[in-house]
C-alpha cells in the first residue's frame, strides 16, 4: 500500500471514531414518476485550514464527479451556509446541502432566509437538510435548550412545515430560484424517519444508532436487517410518493480486502465486532472501485439507496468508486 493511500485510510478511521436541482427540469429528470434516474453522490465537509485549501477541496470535487457538496452544523465547525455560498461561487455545478443542520439551532425565518439567499447566489442548487440534533453539549454551550427526544421530533416537525411553507410562499424575500427549494430531513430512529417519510424531498439514513443505556454520542451502526425494516417502514409511510433516498457512508476503503478494512475499524472503536461492521450498509469496503461499484448497485435494490454522503476523508476513496460505477456494470469475473 503507497503511504498517500494509507494515510487516506487512515483519516476515514480518524472519521468514525470523531463521530464516536431537483428544481425545474432536475427535478422532474430525477423523480418523474416516481422513478429515479441518476445515482448522486455527496461530501460531507469536514473543514480546511485556509481559503486556498478550501478552493482546491470544492475543485478537486468537481474532478472526482461529486454531486453533492454537503455541510454540517456544529460548534466548532465552519458556518454551514457561508460554506455553501462559498463553494457554489467556486463550483458552477455542484448541488449545496446542509447535512444537516441542528433544528434547535434555528429559527425557522432566518434560516429560510438564509437558505433562499444561498439558491440565489447559486442560481438554484441549494437543498435545506434538517435533523433532530445529538449532540446536547452544543447546545447547552450556546445557551439553547435541550428538549428530550420526542420534543426534539415534534419541534423537527413544526421546523420542516414551516420552513417549506415560507420557501413556497411567493412572496417570500429573497425569492428563491427554485420552486419548491429541496428539502432532507435525515434520521434513523423511527421517529425521525416518520417526520422525513411526511415531508422530505431526500430522505437521509444516517447509519448511526446511540447505544441503549450508554453515554451520548455512543454509536453503533446501522446492521443490515435493521436498515431493510427502517427502509420499509419509510416507503409505508411515504405513501407512494417519490424521494431521493441517501445512505450517510461513514467510511469508504478501496484496495483492502473488506475484512481487513472492517478489522481497522474494530481496532480504533472497540465497542464494534468486525462482523457488525461488514454485515452494516453504512460503509463501503472492497478490493476494487468496481466491486465497490457493483456493492452500491446492490444496495440500490435492496434498499432503494440512490445517493450516497461520504466523510470527507473518505472523499478520494469514494471518487475511484463514481469513476467505476458511471463506467457501468462489469462482467462477472472467471470462476
Request: charged share 25%; with cysteine; proline share 6%.
Amino acid at each position: 500500500m503507497r503511504g498517500a493511500e494509507y494515510a487516506v485510510r487512515l483519516a476515514a478511521v480518524g472519521a468514525i471514531v470523531a463521530l464516536a436541482a431537483y428544481g425545474g427540469a432536475a427535478r422532474r429528470a430525477c423523480c418523474e414518476h416516481g422513478v429515479v434516474s441518476e445515482f448522486q453522490f455527496g461530501v460531507n465537509f469536514r473543514g480546511v485550514p485556509d481559503a486556498e485549501q478550501f478552493r482546491l477541496l470544492v475543485r478537486r470535487m468537481d474532478e472526482l464527479g461529486f454531486d453533492v457538496f454537503a455541510a454540517p452544523d456544529h460548534l466548532g465547525a465552519m458556518g454551514p451556509f457561508t460554506v455553501l455560498a462559498a463553494a457554489g461561487m467556486l463550483s458552477d455545478r455542484l448541488r449545496l446541502r446542509t447535512y444537516v443542520l441542528n433544528m434547535g439551532f434555528w429559527n425557522p425565518a432566518l434560516l429560510a432566509r438564509e437558505a433562499a439567499t444561498v439558491d440565489v447566489l447559486s442560481g438554484g442548487r441549494a437543498e435545506v437538510g434538517l435533523g433532530a440534533g445529538h449532540m446536547k453539549r452544543e447546545h447547552d454551550d450556546a445557551g439553547l435548550p435541550w428538549l428530550p427526544f420526542q420534543r426534539r421530533i415534534e419541534a423537527l416537525e413544526q421546523v420542516v412545515t414551516e420552513v417549506k411553507r415560507r420557501l413556497a410562499d411567493a412572496g417570500h424575500k429573497p425569492r428563491p430560484v427554485q420552486r419548491p427549494v429541496p428539502l432532507m430531513v435525515a434520521a434513523m430512529s423511527g421517529p425521525g424517519l416518520e417526520v422525513a417519510a411526511r415531508h422530505a424531498d431526500v430522505i437521509g439514513f444516517s447509519g448511526l444508532r446511540q447505544v441503549a443505556g450508554a453515554p451520548p454520542r455512543t454509536f453503533r451502526l446501522s446492521s443490515a436487517a435493521e436498515t431493510a425494516g427502517r427502509v420499509a417502514e419509510v416507503r409505508r409511510r411515504a405513501g407512494g410518493r417519490s424521494y431521493r433516498s441517501d445512505a450517510l457512508l461513514q467510511q469508504v476503503v478501496v484496495g483492502n480486502h473488506p475484512r481487513e478494512a472492517a478489522a481497522e475499524m474494530a481496532a480504533a472503536v472497540p465497542r464494534l465486532s468486525i462482523e457488525e461492521i461488514l454485515d452494516s450498509p453504512f460503509v463501503l469496503y472492497a478490493e476494487d472501485a468496481g466491486q465497490a461499484a457493483d456493492e452500491l448497485r446492490r444496495r440500490r435494490e435492496v434498499y432503494g439507496f440512490d445517493s450516497v454522503t461520504v466523510h470527507q476523508p473518505s472523499m478520494e476513496a469514494l471518487g475511484q468508486v463514481i469513476a467505476a460505477y458511471r463506467r457501468g456494470s462489469r462482467p462477472a469475473p472467471p470462476r
